[in-house]
T-cell receptor
Framework: GQNIDQPTEMTATEGAIVQINCTYQ??????LFWYQQHAGEAPTFLSY????GLEEKGRFSSFLSRSKGYSYLLLKELQMKDSASYLC??????????FGAGTTVTVRA | IAGITQAPTSQILAAGRRMTLRCTQD?????MYWYRQDLGLGLRLIHY???????GKGEVPDGYSVSRANTDDFPLTLASAVPSQTSVYFC????????????FGEGSRLTVL
């Protein structure tokens, strides 16, 4: 199975940058995903990393280091609408996806 | 609008009752999943189906059953509900079980008293 750790909460100011870290231990690694979930809504896909390095998608970037079992999601130019939970998810060798408990990001004006 | 539809949106249920949560997708995705989400624990996989006619157990399958008679429908049944099954249930689908992007339904909030 997987053991996935990410901070519970983070607060940042509008226009700033926030980095959400995720560490994991898994029996066979087959990709890492980040999802965004606004309160009371369904999770939506943000990014996917399977090789080491940085994947950039607009204001959001995701980084992966497989040797360290580490990823981060970088949110730049924060907007109020970015207030949400961010879920780190790891896929194992059997393609099962396991989620971390999520990091609630609060953006303040 | 294409996507995943779950029903009911919300339900209060007496302990011991049988309950089926419905999930239908119109994206012709092969793989479907049921997760429960509890505060502080995140999303946990209950059951999954890689293709119509097959199902598998996830991380927390006890007390739940599923069926996949066709591509579109993936109902989740609680045979005899218990209070610990109070949770928000999300159905999801993906093009294949190898594909990483899951598409989630809006969730079903279940309270067992």
């Amino acid at each position: 199975g997987q053991n996935i750790d990410q901070p519970t909460e983070m607060t940042a100011t509008e226009g700033a940058i926030v980095q959400i870290n995720c560490t994991y231990q898994t029996s066979g690694f087959n990709g890492l995903f980040w999802y965004q979930q606004h309160a009371g809504e369904a999770p939506t896909f943000l990014s996917y990393n399977v090789l080491d390095g940085l994947e950039e998608k607009g204001r959001f970037s995701s980084f992966l280091s497989r040797s360290k079992g580490y990823s981060y999601l970088l949110l730049k130019e924060l907007q109020m609408k970015d207030s949400a939970s961010y879920l780190c998810a790891v896929r194992d060798r059997d393609y099962k996806l396991s989620f971390g408990a999520g990091t609630t990001v609060t953006v303040r004006a | 609008i294409a996507g995943i539809t779950q029903a009911p949106t919300s339900q209060i249920l007496a302990a011991g009752r049988r309950m089926t949560l419905r999930c239908t997708q119109d994206m012709r995705h092969n793989a479907m999943y049921w997760y429960r989400q509890d505060l502080g624990l995140g999303l946990r996989l209950i059951h999954y189906s890689n293709t119509a006619g097959t199902t598998g157990k996830g991380e927390v399958p006890d007390g739940y059953s599923v069926s996949r008679a066709n591509t579109d429908d993936f109902p989740l049944t609680l045979a005899s509900a218990v209070p610990s099954q109070t949770s928000v249930y999300f159905c999801a689908s993906s093009d294949s079980y190898e594909a990483g992007e899951l598409f989630f339904g809006e969730g079903s909030r279940l309270t067992v008293l």
